[in-house]
């Protein structure tokens, strides 16, 4: 593979201003996730809520620490090229990619069932900000799912 193709393909891998990006994004969607799920909310009720916080508060500290990696390769210019540590990430990326969107899907059905009820299993405040944290969470998934695109794509281009 040419200089230009492997410059292509690291434009989102761990390392990468472009990866600085999604990562940020993802911390900062699953923050406000877990946020609107979480406070002043009586979540632990549902299931499906309390494995989206789950969930959403693992992608937190992954996310974060590679983000500093991301930052500290940039400042650097010395991008992170290990082929096992990449694939790791990768890895990483893609399980917390799914468990993101099982997550995210679970919350969005449970808030369509109790929706479906005409309010009464849930009053609009709560229910409100339930859409509001599996809307955020759908956002971190689509991060995290480009993420494992982009570091799966640079894996396979070493």
Do not use: K
Not at 59 to 80: E, H, K, N, Q, R
Request: neutral net charge; glycine residues 8%.
């Amino acid at each position: 593979m040419e200089n230009g193709d492997r410059s292509a393909a690291g434009a989102g891998a761990v390392g990468s201003a472009g990866s600085l990006g999604l990562r940020v994004g993802q911390a900062v969607f699953s923050s406000a996730s877990l946020l609107f799920m979480s406070v002043g909310v009586e979540f632990f009720s549902y299931t499906a809520f309390c494995f989206l916080v789950t969930i959403m508060g693992l992608v937190i500290p992954w996310s974060c620490t590679l983000a500093m990696i991301d930052v500290y390769s940039v400042l650097v210019g010395c991008p992170l090229r290990v082929p096992g540590v990449m694939a790791i990430v990768a890895v990483g990326d893609s399980v917390l990619s799914i468990l993101a969107f099982a997550a995210a899907c679970s919350s969005a059905a449970v808030i369509d069932l109790l929706l479906q009820f005409h309010g009464s299993q849930c009053s609009p405040r709560f229910c409100g900000r339930y859409q509001l944290s599996a809307m955020m969470a759908f956002l971190a998934w689509f991060l995290t799912a480009a993420s494992a695109l982009f570091n799966f794509w640079f894996v396979a281009s070493l």
